[in-house]
């Protein structure tokens, strides 16, 4: 925190004119604007280790679409750069403060306005808690079914700004396969509402996929309507293969692609990820001569029969020792491994996606990498969905250390276009991959996102210079 | 055709300047420029009932990327309207020609580049036929899955324009589910790629979907990379239910998607249409005292017990008779509705969508509608949507009787948004629904369509006047 604080505080007062402004601000908003130096530090960054530059102006705590709406007016108005933020539970940068910036927050419009269960769907604001509106769906026995590493505290606004993943994915789909309609304010201070809460809509174009994964880029996001599904009941079992080779782990992950069996969850961590965690939670994992240990959950009807399934698949690929559980236990490795690593030093880490099939090839890519660069590097993935998250593991605060750590991931991200892949899977580009988009994009398709991001702000005043 | 033939025919020359410019078209694309005007009627309209108000100047055969590329280079040169069109099967007037202007047909665009079993991917030509993608898919045992009911003769490139949908969707998802990646050539004749071949990917913006049901006013998609799927295999049931009340038939619906059961396809035929069929196709089902048929499809190892499920979620709601079926036979009625429904006289047919716990209010909505403008409508639904197709049949010829036929489609539509639904789930809007867009799209909201519409078609010669 200390690096926060020496950036994100103004040593200095504000200047006359700009504090003019704030007093128009606050003219409007009154004490929604939020000026305390402590409160613009908190509201000054996310997740990730993305440092702001610079203190904000101020913070405007919005309550209801119409304190976003004058907001985005005044900051039009006065060309302030805005950036956006829910929890700050992002991890690439994204909603990090601009200095003499606006910060926008929707924490606070966190009402669960309607949930209709027959029609499967849910009108919430943009601040409500993922894991909230899991938990109003389970009252009826539906399920929101996106669950990022951060359920518990990120913001559904969040959620839809970067798109963001989880380990349920692989099942159920991506946050923007679950939004139904968005209510969004355009940096002029319009409000528009894009999509439908039919199943089917081809009126217009698709603007709700648009602005999901826009990281607050093209509008504020203050009102979603969520598509809701029937919960999973029935028996659940999970399994634990331990494999002797990446390659084989990767077949059986294709493999298991193909059979039918329909995971709830599929993730695959090397064989440092696997010790670390095992060090730290021990669960008997026998880690001897492994590379990788994959593991699953098949909840329902099928759930039995689909975990047979995998076992055989694992068995027909080399598998050294597989085991079916009839709970949620084998999965607790995986769920803490983010939490162990971080543990373990400063983990400097990164999301990539290639096609499943080349999942093998990307743990391998990685592991050269973290050998020609002398780093340990951890890497566990969300295996049915190709998407992988190497970490570099660092000295606290060495600088050196981090730009090492930056040119490796680099590399990474490189490898991951080598094979067919993607940058980042769930993330976002934010303000820390924005110098590798040319990599993924060619300059005509570059240029077409620009004209998209130019046509909703031609002012340039929304989370510039991020994502696109 | 007598009425075709008298507008999209020219009975004068073209005038010198458009043979100036059309020879500089010929000169860069040869033979792949077609000028007959047998050729250029053929080419000027879809599958609806839209006419074109004037004979186009050309029609360019694309076989290539390069040729699309060239051929907008051209129109954007010389500010020609652009018409783009597929196998023209388009239902909303969306590929009409405009008059002295270019017609681009991807039709000939037809190879199949690639398919990837493993990563359940193949790239295509947009030019394929649809269920040619289909069974390439099957002979690996994967699916492509979007069916609109022109599966048989529709492109990819017209599928992805239109987002088409089919009887499958309630399944499987709308074709925009089922595309990974998008070449498409802009208005100025840039080659952009969208997507990724990942399952996930949150770099830039979702212009793939921005693309999929643009509707040919954002550019022309040349190629796509599509996800396929495990093709169910196992066990096949069918059931059709009769329902004496609507409403009951509604119930049901929202009861069976509430249940967990996954039917491959759920339809619902209104009295009007059954008898229609019934009469055309005899398969002994006793209509008497009934007021809707509902008919669904179950494939693979929980066909069996699905099947059961909604044969009591059906005896649960009042259902005077239902049957099971070990085949596709109880589905065929519902395959031949619509042409048997076009061969019963004129048919002037719609496409709008509700919620689906508002199904039974919309079809009491158009009956009343139909009682109270005195006309025949019958009316079938893809239920498990919410997605309704209700037709007028007027007399052939008669002019007055199709306007009265467009007003009596503009009250449904009115109907279907009064119930929280869209004005097109799965035709698109075209010139044919245009008119009725702001009912449907707030002043700023419509206004957001426009600028992503100007910012990829500055000029406006891509499909303009249409869609959005």
Redesign the interface.
């Known amino acids: 925190m200390s690096a926060l604080s020496s950036t994100a505080q103004r040593s200095d007062p504000v200047p006359p004119h700009l504090a003019e402004l704030v007093g128009e601000l606050v003219g409007e908003l009154g004490p929604r604007v939020l000026l305390d130096p402590a409160q613009l530090a908190e509201h000054s960054r996310d997740a990730s280790r993305a440092q702001p530059v610079g203190a904000a102006l101020a913070v405007v705590a919005a309550t209801c679409t119409d304190d976003v709406s004058a907001a985005l007016r005044w900051a039009s108005r006065h060309r302030v750069k805005v950036s956006v933020r829910g929890a700050g539970s992002g991890l690439a940068g994204g909603a990090v403060a601009y200095p003499d910036g606006l910060v926008i927050s929707t924490a606070a419009m966190r009402r669960i306005v309607h949930l209709?269960?027959?029609?499967?769907?849910v009108d919430v604001e943009a601040g409500v808690v993922t894991a909230d509106v899991d938990a109003a769906a389970a009252e009826h026995?539906l399920m929101y079914a996106p669950d990022p590493a951060s359920h518990r505290w990120s913001t559904i606004g969040g959620n839809i700004a970067?798109?963001a993943?989880g380990l349920r994915?692989v099942r159920h789909g991506?946050t923007?396969?679950h939004v139904a309609a968005l209510e969004v304010v355009?940096a002029s201070g319009?409000?528009?509402?894009?999509g439908?809460?039919?199943?089917?809509?081809?009126?217009?174009?698709?603007?709700t996929?648009?602005f999901?994964?826009?990281e607050g880029t093209?509008g504020v996001v203050t009102g979603a309507t969520l598509r809701l599904r029937?919960r999973p009941?029935g028996p659940e079992r999970t399994f634990r293969a331990v494999f002797g080779s990446l390659v084989d782990a990767g077949r059986a992950v294709?493999a298991l692609?193909?059979?039918?069996a329909r995971p709830e969850v599929l993730e695959l961590m090397d064989r440092a990820s696997a010790l670390a965690v095992e060090a730290h939670h021990p669960t008997g994992l026998d880690l001897r001569d492994s590379a990788a240990v994959l593991v699953g959950q098949f909840l329902?009807?099928?759930a039995e029969?689909d975990a047979r399934t995998a076992e055989s698949v694992c068995r027909a690929h080399g598998v050294q020792r597989v085991e079916v559980a009839q709970s949620d236990d084998l999965l607790e490795a995986r769920r803490v491994a983010g939490r162990v690593l971080s543990a373990a030093g400063l983990r400097v880490s990164c999301d990539v996606?290639?096609?499943?099939?080349?999942l093998a090839e990307m743990f391998t890519a990685i592991a050269q990498i973290s050998a020609e660069e002398g780093v340990l590097m951890p890497t566990f993935a969300?295996a049915?969905?190709?998407?992988l998250h190497p970490s570099v593991i660092v000295d606290g605060d060495d600088d050196a250390g981090r730009a090492h750590a930056e040119h490796v991931l680099d590399r990474v991200a490189d490898a991951a276009l080598a094979l067919?892949?993607?940058?980042?899977?769930?993330?976002?580009?934010g303000s820390l991959?924005r110098h590798a988009?040319p990599r993924?994009?060619?300059d005509?398709?570059?240029?077409?996102?620009r004209?998209?991001k130019?046509?909703?702000d031609p002012l340039g005043i929304l989370t510039p210079q991020r994502?696109?």
């Open positions: 209709d269960p027959e029609a499967m769907l026995g970067t798109n993943g994915c991506v923007a396969d355009l319009d409000v528009i509402r894009t439908a809460r039919t199943r089917k809509d081809v009126v217009g174009y698709d603007l996929r648009l999901v994964g826009s093209l029937p009941t294709t692609a193909a059979s039918g329902g009807r099928n029969q996606g290639v096609p499943v099939p080349r969300h049915g969905d190709g998407n067919g892949g993607t940058i980042s899977g769930e993330h976002g580009v991959k988009l993924q994009l060619d005509a398709t570059h240029a077409a996102h004209l998209v130019d046509a909703f994502a696109v």
